[in-house]
């Protein structure tokens, strides 16, 4: 199967090129996730002056393996901050019977974050994470349907601590 050009998702990677409305010192944050990209998920971030990098490591099923890197970029200073990011998300599928299964998808989670306590340790995010498969390896080795172009919306939920 071909890749998918990623030459639609330029325009969104020229939103990170302006630096961040408020500068932030640099921070590691730890954090959970429900729903999005995984049923549950663990997410280790790192912040620094000019946005932050996801690592998002999750399952739906206990049966699969789903990670994403992701950049985002939050917008204002107020405790309520939209969040807008751009990356790459690869699972693979064990399934009980057939080979191993793969997919890689672009993904754009777009969404807001609360600074829970005011404090800068606490954080909870709603986003809508929209993905577009650009590879797919199928578990069932003799299915050869096309690859679906559309793209899909998954909603999600995290919550992020960062010591201060």
């Not at 999005?36 to 971030?45: F, K, P």
């Amino acid at each position: 199967m071909r890749l998918y050009s990623l030459a639609r998702f330029v325009p969104l990677f020229a939103l990170f090129a302006a630096g961040p409305v408020a500068a932030q010192a640099d921070a590691l944050r730890v954090g959970i996730s429900l729903g999005g990209i995984s049923t549950i998920g663990l997410i280790l971030e790192y912040e620094d002056g000019q946005g932050s990098t996801e690592l998002t490591i999750g399952t739906w099923s206990f049966r699969d393996l789903s990670t994403s890197i992701v950049r985002k970029q939050r917008f204002g200073t107020a405790q309520l901050r939209p969040v807008l990011g751009i990356g790459l998300w690869a699972i693979i599928a064990f399934p009980a019977e057939g080979r191993t299964g793969a997919a890689l998808v672009v993904r754009a989670p777009v969404g807001a974050e609360w600074d829970i306590d005011s404090g800068a340790t606490n954080f909870l995010t709603l986003d809508l994470n929209v993905n577009r498969a650009i590879w797919v390896r199928r578990t069932d080795a003799e299915d050869e349907t096309p690859l679906n172009r559309r793209l899909v919306p998954l909603p999600g939920v995290s919550y992020r601590w960062r010591n201060r």
